[in-house]
């Protein structure tokens, strides 16, 4: 019995090896806290009462996009503002101006409007354009902006109510999707 045991103990020191070895791997890769598990959920940066100034030199365009209060998430490339003001120009197209309590930015491409949302479009000689509405989506590139929520448009003396609207800024073509009612008072 004496013999067998020195034959024995390089097995049961590699077996020990291999736990130790498999114990030490587990613990170095799991993390031990909520925290640890997403490290990413926490914003990357915050800035509060900034501006930043987009211009397109081929097509002449220029964006202005203030808030209160950025957030930005890495791990989604989600933004985050408070009350944003976002203005927009560009030759041979009406110039809008957009504010809201919320927006959200998803990937620098598309911009989710949230509460109070104002938009007050202005073509140089003729009346300005108000639409207000509870929810907008923005779609700068393209100069698309679009609602499946209640509007109320407002120009001159004329005032149009509607379920959804899609501003297409570059063709200066408004779509009304549901529910229109339109008021037009004569001026005396």
Known sequence: MINRL????????????????FWVDK??????????RYPRRNPDYVIENFSAISVNHSSGAHQKLSAKKMVHYVHNETTYLEQPRLITTKAGTP???VRADRANLIGNKDIYLNGNV??????????????????????????????DKPITILQANTIINAVGMELDNDAQI??????????HDKIH
Do not use: W, Y
């Open 118 to 147: 104002k938009v007050l479009r202005h073509d140089k000689g003729k009346e300005k354009m108000t639409m207000v509405t509870s929810f907008l989506h923005i779609i700068p590139d393209d100069n698309i902006v679009k609602t």
């Open 27 to 36: 613990s170095v890769r799991q993390p031990t806290t909520e925290q640890d």
């Open 174 to 183: 408004i779509h009304l999707l549901s529910e229109v009612k339109f008021v």
């Open 6 to 21: 020195p034959n024995k103990v390089p097995i049961v020191l590699i077996i020990l090896l291999a736990l130790f070895t």
């Open 95 to 97: 110039d809008m101006r």
